[in-house]
T-cell receptor, first 110, second 115 residues
Framework: ELKVEQNPLFLSMQEGKNYTIYCNYS?????LYWYRQDPGKSLESLFV?????AVKQEGRLMASLDTKARLSTLHITAAVHDLSATYFC??????????FGTGTRLQVFP | DTEVTQTPKHLVMGMTNKKSLKCEQH?????MYWYKQKAKKPPELMFV???????INESVPSRFSPECPNSSLLNLHLHALQPEDSALYLC??????????????FGPGTRLTVT
């Protein structure tokens, strides 16, 4: 059974600081997704990582994928308040299913 | 049109009511999904429609009944729900089904409260 774990579950960080969210998954997959969710809102796609070694960056967020280690990271650089949200990674199982990680709730304070 | 729409945004229903949730996309996507999300939890897959046929049912209770009348529309019919069914219901779509799973596009969701 495919399991997807994130850590930390909750992250409180000061503006301007850097931090990394980790996403581990239990079985082979070469496709990983990162989503952002604001409270009471839907999921916003951030990154789709398609192959081993893939790295993508958008603004203060950078995501990477290591399929051999079954690990993806979401790195936050110089955090700002607007990044406060819950971040989910998700891994594709078979052809039609996404299995979501537990989520990381990020709070950025001044 | 590059979005998935869902109606209603909010729904309050009693345990004896029958109601329906609606999801629509006009991107030509051929796979559509229903997810259930409880507070502070990740989305959980309920159903997948691939080319208008039900391809995955994640052992969802029969009080939830999906329907895909055409390639653009997905409904979720609700009957005799329980208070624990209160959640955010999300619809998603992808360009194609089968093969490597492409990116899923999510709708804004319907917040359901069962009283």
């Amino acid at each position: 059974e495919l399991k997807v774990e994130q850590n930390p579950l909750f992250l409180s960080m000061q503006e301007g600081k850097n931090y990394t969210i980790y996403c581990n998954y239990s079985t082979t997959s070469d496709r990983l997704y990162w989503y952002r969710q604001d409270p009471g809102k839907s999921l916003e796609s951030l990154f789709v990582l398609l192959s081993n070694g893939a790295v993508k960056q958008e603004g203060r967020l950078m995501a990477s994928l290591d399929t051999k280690a079954r690990l993806s990271t979401l790195h936050i650089t110089a955090a700002v308040h607007d990044l406060s949200a819950t971040y989910f990674c998700a891994v594709a199982r078979n052809t039609d299913k996404l299995i979501f990680g537990t989520g990381t709730r990020l709070q950025v304070f001044p | 049109d590059t979005e998935v729409t869902q109606t209603p945004k909010h729904l309050v229903m009693g345990m004896t009511n029958k109601k329906s949730l609606k999801c629509e996309q006009h991107m030509g996507h051929r796979a559509m999904y229903w997810y259930k999300q409880k507070a502070k939890k990740p989305p959980e897959l309920m159903f997948v429609y691939s080319y208008e046929k039900l391809s995955i049912n994640e052992s969802v209770p029969s009080r939830f009944s999906p329907e895909c009348p055409n390639s653009s529309l997905l409904n979720l019919h609700l009957h005799a729900l329980q208070p624990e069914d209160s959640a955010l219901y999300l619809c998603a779509s992808t360009p194609s089904a089968g093969g490597a799973l492409p990116e899923q596009y999510f709708g804004p969701g319907t917040r359901l409260t069962v009283t």
